[in-house]
Nanobody, 121 residues
Framework: QVQVVESGGGLVQPGGSLRLSCAVSGGIFSIGAFDWYRQAPGQQRELVAM???????NYVASVQGRFTVSRDSAKNTTYLQMNSLKPEDTAVYYC???????????????WGQGTQVTVSP
């Protein structure tokens, strides 16, 4: 059973920093890309950052230069370092991972439960 667990959210003042983590476990053969999404109240879920299996990264324009996505393949974990946080970054942040389980011949997408990030004075 695959588990995707995010952590690291919380309340931070504008200009502050947080680091989110997303750990994957459970019968994994291979992991492809990790994606970080966020969803603010009343808004659609948006893709914020992604990191491929080879380490290539992409970011939405609104976080470029402030957020950094990374991965530790030995730990099956991805991180989202968020600096210079703004009130408009407030949202539930979700991790999505594409992976191949042991015994499978295809990749599937799995979601974490989300972690709340609130940026407020």
């Amino acid at each position: 059973q695959v588990q995707v667990v995010e952590s690291g959210g919380g309340l931070v003042q504008p200009g502050g920093s947080l680091r989110l983590s997303c750990a994957v476990s459970g019968g994994i053969f291979s992991i492809g890309a990790f994606d970080w999404y966020r969803q603010a109240p009343g808004q659609q879920r948006e893709l914020v950052a992604m990191i491929s299996a080879s380490g290539s990264t992409n970011y939405v324009a609104s976080v470029q230069g402030r957020f950094t996505v990374s991965r530790d393949s030995a730990k099956n974990t991805t991180y989202l370092q968020m600096n210079s946080l703004k009130p408009e970054d407030t949202a539930v942040y979700y991790c999505n991972v594409n992976l191949q389980q042991l015994g499978d011949t295809y990749f599937r997408s799995y979601w974490g439960q989300g972690t709340q990030v609130t940026v407020s004075p």
